[in-house]
Nanobody
Framework: QVQLVESGGGLVQPGGSLRLSCAAS????????MGWYRQAPGKQRELVAT???????KYSDSVKGRFTISRDYAKSTMFLQMNSLKPEDTAVYYC????????WGQGTQVTVSS
């Protein structure tokens, strides 16, 4: 079975909001470092936001103040609330469970366009 399942991507106008979710297996969610990455056309995959093994949260400078990462332990699910979306946020967004090994979601397309 697929161990990371994403949902919530879609088309939104600039200034709009989307909420992404990543449902993980219980074991992966509890043992791995969960985070969000994205890859725009022609660009390298980049970190968006992540929980850290040290218990903190890190955001890319480009999304600070606009995106919020969160998780629901009972549901083994991670979320990315994206507000004030910009065209440059357009990318495929990936859920990652970092560890040995790393696990990746299938990716979900987010398109911000007027």
């Amino acid at each position: 079975q697929v161990q990371l399942v994403e949902s919530g991507g879609g088309l939104v106008q600039p200034g709009g909001s989307l909420r992404l979710s990543c449902a993980a297996s219980r074991s992966i969610f509890s043992r791995n470092v969960m985070g969000w990455y994205r890859q725009a056309p022609g660009k390298q995959r980049e970190l968006v936001a992540t929980f850290t093994s040290g218990g903190s949260i890190k955001y890319s400078d480009s999304v600070k103040g606009r995106f919020t990462i969160s998780r629901d332990y009972a549901k083994s699910t991670m979320f990315l609330q994206m507000n004030s979306l910009k065209p440059e946020d357009t990318a495929v967004y990936y859920c990652q469970a970092g560890g040995y090994p790393d696990y990746w979601g299938q990716g979900t397309q987010v398109t911000v366009s007027s």
